[in-house]
């Protein structure tokens, strides 16, 4: 039987960070990953929810000018999402692939 994964196996997992980003129309965008991986998201269910640095979000010129900084995919209000949580997310979904080296 697998053993689930605990906190501190959870430390060991290398540090992914987003190295490309590319807006695609909508709340959808194509992220690459420092790990060669690449995939798209759709961010529909993040701009739904409530609070302040959300809202601008909602408009999608505001939503398309989406930038990396610190290797996290962020917005001009500040907002940030953390790269290792949507790699993880994404890859549960089945949305990576590894893209291979030229």
Known sequence: MPK???AA??????MID???VKPIGGYRLRIGFSDGSVGIHDFSSTVQRSGEMVQPLKD???FARVFIELGALTWPN??????????????AA?????????
């Open 94 to 102: 089945g949305e990576l692939t590894k893209v291979a080296a030229e």
């Open 4 to 6: 689930p994964m605990d």
């Open 60 to 62: 999608p010129a505001f």
């Open 78 to 91: 500040d907002f940030a999402l953390d790269s290792i949580a949507l790699h993880d997310r994404m890859a």
């Open 18 to 20: 987003v190295v490309s």
């Open 9 to 14: 196996s959870a430390l060991q997992d290398p």
